[in-house]
């Protein structure tokens, strides 16, 4: 089955203050989103990427897409063999997602949702997404193991203030998760419809429909540019690409 991307772009970047929107952010020149299409484009499996925009700005992130389209030949909305579309974000990620996902063609099989905000992830964890996907897993996640211990705690009223714990689960069980996530396109289209509560990733509204979700290894580039630390990060690994 063909394979598609939805990218959600349309976040503000709250934590990484005050600025352009998150995606469009530059490390080392680039804006971020170009980074996160170029490595889903990397793929040879995704043949069709959707940016969801930040809701003003579909037209600008279009013509960043056409200005830095890999070929200087490809036609408008197209890098190469990749095609890409635009379309307007929501309130929050988990509408954006939904916004983008209705927009992919019902023949696209397989649908990935990666996040702009992790624009170094290497084509070889979005291909293992894809093959497991493939092999019939109808939601995987890229995960890693955690270098910190985790604490469930009672959260405070007031920032700052001490929160009393009151758990500390095995660290040896638990997995960081990042994206892109893969799922069978019927799956996710169904998860979208069902699940009305909020969630904080794609995986978890099938994991409540009662299906299988599993992990493939992810990958420590695959981090997600969250606060200002992660933008030196990001172009300290860029820097060392080149090498
Ligand atoms: N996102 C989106 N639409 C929203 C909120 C988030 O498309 N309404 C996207 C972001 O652009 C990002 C991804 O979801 O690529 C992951 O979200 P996050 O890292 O939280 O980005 P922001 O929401 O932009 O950042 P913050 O929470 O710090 O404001
Ligand atoms: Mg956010």
Redesign the pocket.
């Known amino acids: 089955a063909p394979v598609a991307a939805v990218?959600?772009?349309?976040?503000?970047?709250?934590?990484?203050g005050p600025g352009a929107?998150?995606?469009l952010r530059a490390l080392n020149g680039t804006p971020?989103?170009i980074h996160?299409v170029h490595a889903l484009a990397a793929s040879r499996h995704v043949s069709l990427v959707v940016v969801?925009a930040?809701a003003d700005g579909p037209a600008e992130v279009k013509s960043l897409l056409d200005a830095h389209a890999l070929s200087g030949s490809a036609p408008s909305g197209s890098w190469g063999s990749t095609d890409f579309q635009v379309v307007p974000?929501?309130?929050?990620?988990?509408?954006?997602?939904a916004l983008?996902l209705a927009a992919v063609p019902p023949e696209y099989g397989v649908v990935l949702v990666?996040?702009?905000?992790?624009p170094l992830v290497p084509v070889d964890t979005v291909d293992a997404v894809i093959e497991a996907v493939r092999d019939g897993a109808p939601a995987v996640v890229p995960a890693l193991p955690l270098a910190d211990t985790v604490k469930e705690v009672e959260p405070a009223t007031e920032p700052g203030a001490p929160e009393p714990v009151v758990a500390t689960p095995e660290r040896a069980r638990l997995r960081a998760v990042q994206?892109p996530q893969g799922f069978d396109r019927a799956t996710l289209v169904r998860a979208h419809e069902t699940v009305t509560e909020d969630v904080t990733d794609d995986a978890s509204m099938v994991e409540q429909l009662g299906l299988p979700v599993v992990t493939v290894p992810g990958h420590e580039e695959a981090f997600?540019?969250?606060?200002p630390l992660d933008l030196v990060l990001a172009e300290a690994v860029l820097a060392r690409r080149r090498l």
């Open positions: 990218i959600p772009a349309a976040g503000r970047g709250v934590r990484l929107p998150k995606a971020m989103l996160a969801v930040p974000g929501g309130e929050t990620r988990q509408e954006s997602v983008g990666h996040d702009a905000a992790r994206t997600k540019v969250t606060r």
